[in-house]
């Protein structure tokens, strides 16, 4: 079974400063998709970037990037420029891409804070 | 556009009462998936419908039960309630056609259910 780790309960950010949220995830499969969803206070969950494992190029959404280590399984996550509103419980999860219907695995979670 | 939408957005119930959450996926989606949330947990698959049947089931018990409707709403029932229920019921709705895409399965705000 896939399995994905934030090692990282905690971070927090200076308003204006760039942040690295960390995600590893295990898995035997050379298919895959991997996301990164936010989920405010407000409780939605909110996709931020996802990205497709046969793809090279690494994943970009506005102030938000990935970069993508398929052979060390790694999937971290950088939020450039952070704004007050960037703060919110960050998930990382994995999908497999083989038949069937998979479902999302998620990971613990980062909490993020930004510091006015 | 409508988004999905959960209800109701809170609720309480003693153990050993039944409880249904329902939820209407986001337009033009028609599979819809089931996540429980423990407190600063990730969420954790539930079940998926899709064609008003019951696709693949997480490791939850046979207390957790579900259906959808022709117009591919769908509703959550947990008999039996126990304590260890409680928690934040997410609601996904994703589009068929993506599933060999990895379809983006777009959450609902769920619903926060307390078990006392």
């Known amino acids: 079974a896939q399995t994905v780790t934030q090692s990282q309960p905690e971070m927090s950010v200076q308003e204006a400063e760039t942040v690295t949220l960390s995600c590893t995830y295990d898995?035997?499969?050379?298919?895959?998709?991997l996301f990164w969803y936010k989920q405010p206070p407000s409780r939605q969950m909110i996709l931020v970037i996802r990205q497709e494992a046969y793809k090279q190029q690494n994943a970009t959404e506005n102030r938000f990037s990935v970069n993508f280590q398929k052979a060390a399984k790694s999937f971290s996550l950088k939020i450039s420029d952070s704004q007050l509103g960037d703060a919110a419980m960050y998930f990382c999860?994995?999908?497999?891409?083989?038949?069937?219907?998979?479902?999302?695995?998620f990971g613990k979670g980062t909490r993020l804070s930004v510091i006015a | 556009d409508a988004g999905v939408t959960q209800s109701p957005t809170h609720l309480i119930k003693t153990r050993g009462q039944q409880v249904t959450l329902r939820c209407s996926p986001k337009s033009g989606h028609d599979t819809v998936s089931w996540y429980q949330q423990a407190l600063g947990q990730g969420p954790q698959f539930i079940f998926q419908?899709?064609?008003?049947?019951?696709?693949q089931r997480g490791n939850f018990p046979d207390r957790f039960s579900g259906h959808q409707f022709p117009n591919y709403s769908s509703e959550l029932n947990v008999n039996a309630l126990l304590l260890g229920d409680s928690a934040l019921y997410l609601c996904?709705?994703?589009?068929?056609?993506?599933?060999?895409?990895?379809?983006?399965?777009?959450f609902g705000p769920g619903t926060r259910l307390l078990v006392l």
């Open positions: 898995t035997s499969e050379s298919d895959y998709y």
């Open positions: 419908y899709y064609e008003e049947e019951e696709r």
């Open positions: 996904a709705s994703s589009l068929e056609w993506d599933r060999g895409r990895g379809e983006t399965q777009y």
């Open positions: 999860a994995y999908r497999s891409a083989g038949s069937g219907n998979t479902p999302l695995v």
